[in-house]
Structure formats: C-alpha cells, structure tokens
C-alpha cells in the first residue's frame, strides 16, 4: 500500500553520502507509527534498516549500518529522513520507506503496513 513517497537516492562514490526522504501522503499521520527503512539489494532478501518507535522514539539500526546512517522523522512536515554516510557498496539496493504498529514490523519481521515505491541507491565508483 503506497503512502509514502521516497526521494534521495542516486548513485554515488564508496565513502560518499545520501540523504533519503519520505514524505506521507496527504491525510497519512506519520507520528501515530513506528515509521523506518528496510532495503532490498539485488539477488538478496528484503533487509531491515532502521525504525522509530511512535511510542518512546526508540531507535533501532540494523548492524550492517550502525555508525554510518542516521534516522529521524519531522512530524510537523510528515516527513521521515534517512542520512547515509561512509556508503559502501554492499549498501547498493532499493530503500523502502514503511510504517508499523512497531519497529519489529519493520526492521525483524519486514512486514509493515504501510510502504512507498522505493528509491534506488547505488554506491560505485
């Protein structure tokens, strides 16, 4: 169910950086979900990235991202940022943006309720 539009991806250099956002639809309350990030990289499962919870702002960050990427949401503009730094190129897939019940939905399980139609990033030289 697309609610979210993604935007920010695009190629860049190892070492380099991207800021993805997502944007709900209009009529979509972010701050009511645990809203993250979970990726899909070519050949390979559906991985989670990073999630806030709606609840108590917990933050959860996947191992493979811990230190480089930074999530956070702005519930004024509806809208929930990733920051991507020191990008490797095992972190090339297509970003999904999603919201949950709670982060385990999003980041564990991968079955949110709501998701957009991804942004791609690619990370090459």
């Known amino acids: 169910q697309l609610q979210f539009v993604e935007s920010g991806g695009g190629l860049v250099q190892p070492g380099g950086s991207l800021r993805l956002s997502c944007a709900a639809a209009?009529?979509?309350?972010?701050?009511?979900?645990?809203v993250g990030w979970f990726r899909r990289a070519p050949g390979k499962e559906h991985e989670g990235v990073s999630c806030i919870s709606s609840s108590d702002g917990r933050i959860d960050y996947a191992d493979s991202v811990k230190g480089r990427f930074t999530i956070s949401r702005d519930n004024a503009k509806n809208t929930v940022y990733l920051q991507m730094n020191s990008l490797k190129p095992e972190d090339t897939a297509v970003y999904y943006c999603?919201?949950?019940?709670?982060?385990?939905?999003?980041?564990?399980?991968?079955?949110?309720?709501?998701w957009g139609q991804g942004t791609q990033v690619t990370v090459s030289s």
């Open positions: 209009s009529g979509f309350t972010l701050n009511r979900y645990a």
């Open positions: 999603a919201a949950a019940g709670n982060c385990r939905n999003i980041v564990v399980l991968i079955n949110p309720d709501y």
